[in-house]
């Protein structure tokens, strides 16, 4: 009776887990935590109280769970030099493609502003350990305990990953849905060889930290043609077109002014 209990419970608070990752918008954290935010002591409650209900739950799960370590991998790893060697060499790897991928999608970096930056690392340090802790350990776990081959089980956990950070819905970022599937991957094989989830976290936040210093976005990339810069210079008349002096004044008049404030250059 009391095993069955747990066990009921332990389902329920992966369960709870699962709501709070998808409910990540709602709180401003993981993908949706940029520069967009409104601030403020109310945005930062929130973004806490979404770090601190993650780290709770994972907690119960391994006080409830009879095998945290040795089946749900809720560890470092069992030998903990490889595991941080292994993590930042996923960390380099990450962050080449993250500026990688924002040198093709912008043709510069997108450096965001540095009162950003300590916000960012919170994020991007809570969002790991919530990430990997849930899916790379508990969910990883559970489908290897349930004898499912090695490889079906990280493919599953890194494509569910992938929905559960809604990079695949409409107006988002293909490129960073690839990234974010990349690194469940990468992070599940880690954490079948480590034996752990360190080296995966390690990867995981240096990774993301990169996609902010790249691209200003903590992954809210948008598609192309709709940053701001991009909207600024649809606005900006076309190539050949030169402002005609306000007859009222010395000044020319204003690019975005009334129409027919501008006329075709004359050739010469």
Known sequence: MEGEIRFLLFIAF???LLLLRFDAARFGTAEYDDEQAPGGIRTWIRRLAWYALGMI????VYRIHPLPISQLHLDLGN????????GLLFALAGTIVAFAFAWWRYRRFRLPPARHYPGAAINCIGTAVIDEALFRGIMLGLLLSYDWPVEFAIAFQAVFYGLATRLGAPGRSRGMLAISIAVGAIGGLLTVQTAGIGAAIVGHA????AIFLATGHAGQVRPGGFEPEEEVGQNLPPKGWEVVPDPRGSRPAHPTGSPGSFRQARPG
Request: no cysteine; net charge neutral.
């Open 14 to 16: 992966i369960g709870l």
């Open 57 to 60: 739950l994972v907690y119960v």
């Open 79 to 86: 030998d903990r030099q490889e595991a941080i060697g292994l």
């Open 206 to 209: 240096v990774t993301r930290f």
